[in-house]
Structure formats: structure tokens, C-alpha cells
């Protein structure tokens, strides 16, 4: 297996554009999650998904983002307009529940968004 | 103003020497804990989880201890190489909810 793949692995944009985050998770996963990761806040989980349902929603940050799972494979995080105070390390990762009831997550690359 | 950024606990150790890395949790419902290690550059990668119904579980040259009384985890890494440096994550989970809680990590910086 592939393990989740995140694209692009670098973005570099201007402030005002909009800016879209893909994540392919691990076939056969049934929770997506998006994180955000910084310095200052460290790991913060944006937004999770179970059978491609969002289920909450509450760690993203504002109106400005927003995210979507189309289908069991794949799954958009897009932020309109994008501000320089966006700028992190945007993770996806996927899990499913295993015999023991463990979750546990796998985490893709991630993408390293500047916003200029 | 100048924004400070938090700084990371850091823990430096000598090549071959084991290494201890230690994690309060505050949720005395949390029922599942995971340990993982983020490599500069990458995702983190799960290391190894326990259930509160244990107090230690080991795996290849890692151990974890859990005790529930005063809410601490930590993580124990026998002959530390210098692939081991990272930044060790700890996550718990309770009974009624799949959603981890991470905490800040710290820095395992492991001299040759």
C-alpha cells in the first residue's frame, strides 16, 4: 500500500488566492482527518470525516476553509482567499477501527502551504 | 510585536543509551493512548498504542508505561540510534470518541 498521498507537497501562493489541498487515504480507512501543524499551535485537528460524512467541523478555523469527501478516495481541504497567517503544514491521515478497538492514525506527508 | 514561537521540551542523549520521554495526560476518561514520531519533513508515524487496561506494553526496542493514578505516559526507547531523533507525540482517546488529542511533543535529539 501506498500509504495516504497528499499533494501538492509544497504550495506557495499570494495572499487572496485560493488554495486546494488533496488527500487520497488508504484504501479500505473509513475516518479522514485533516490537522494543521505550527509551531505555535503545534497539531490541530481541522476537520474528520467517517464514510466520507464530515462529523465535525469545529476545528476549522473560519468561513474560509472548507472541506469535502467526495468519495472513499479522496478528499479536498481548500481555503478561499488564502491570508500569510495560514501558513503550516496541512496533514491528512486515515484510519479505520481495528479488532481491539484501536484507531490508529496514518498520516500522509503532508503539504507545506506558504501564503505570501 | 515580535511573536515568540513555543519552544519544544527537548531531550538530548548519547548514541547507545536508552531514552526516556514522558507525557501528563489531563482526561481521567481517556482510555487509549498512542505514541508517535514525526521525522523533520514528515508525517507523524505511529510508534505504539496501549490500552488503560494495561500498564506496559512493549515492541521493538520500545516500551510503554502507563499509569492511570497520576495520569503520565511515557515512552521508553532502548539503545537509542541516531534515527531516533524526532519529535515524540503523545495521543489519548476516550472510550466514546475515535478522535485522538495530541500533545505538544517533545524533541529527541540523539548525538552520534
Known amino acids: 500500500d501506498a500509504g495516504v498521498i497528499q499533494s501538492p507537497r509544497h504550495e506557495v501562493t499570494e495572499m487572496g488566492q485560493e488554495v486546494t489541498l488533496r488527500c487520497k487515504p488508504i484504501?479500505?480507512?473509513?475516518?479522514l482527518f485533516w490537522y494543521r501543524q505550527t509551531m505555535m499551535r503545534g497539531l490541530e485537528l481541522l476537520i474528520y470525516f467517517n464514510n466520507n460524512v464530515p462529523i465535525d467541523d469545529s476545528g476549522m478555523p473560519e468561513d474560509r476553509f472548507s472541506a469535502k469527501m467526495p468519495n472513499a478516495s479522496f478528499s479536498t481541504l481548500k481555503i478561499q482567499p488564502s491570508e500569510p497567517r495560514d501558513s503550516a503544514v496541512y496533514f491528512c491521515?486515515?484510519?479505520?477501527?481495528?479488532?481491539?478497538?484501536?484507531?490508529?492514525?496514518?498520516f500522509g506527508p503532508g503539504t507545506r502551504l506558504t501564503v505570501l | 510585536g515580535e511573536s515568540v514561537g513555543l519552544h519544544l521540551p527537548t531531550l538530548s542523549v548519547q548514541e547507545g543509551d536508552n531514552s526516556i520521554i514522558n507525557c501528563a495526560y489531563s482526561n481521567s476518561a481517556s482510555d487509549y493512548f498512542i505514541w508517535y514520531k514525526q521525522e523533520s519533513g514528515k508525517g507523524p508515524q505511529f510508534i505504539i498504542d496501549i490500552r488503560s487496561n494495561m500498564d506496559k506494553r512493549q515492541g521493538q526496542r520500545v516500551t510503554v508505561l502507563l499509569n492511570k493514578t497520576v495520569k503520565h505516559l511515557s515512552l521508553q526507547i532502548a539503545a537509542t540510534q541516531p534515527g531516533d531523533s524526532a519529535v515524540y507525540f503523545c495521543?489519548?482517546?476516550?472510550?466514546?470518541?475515535?478522535?485522538?488529542?495530541f500533545g505538544r511533543g517533545t524533541s529527541l535529539i540523539v548525538h552520534p
Open positions: 484504501s479500505g480507512h473509513d475516518y
Open positions: 491521515a486515515s484510519s479505520r477501527v481495528n479488532r481491539a478497538g484501536g484507531n490508529e492514525q496514518f
Open positions: 495521543a489519548e482517546r476516550t472510550l466514546l470518541s475515535y478522535i485522538p488529542t
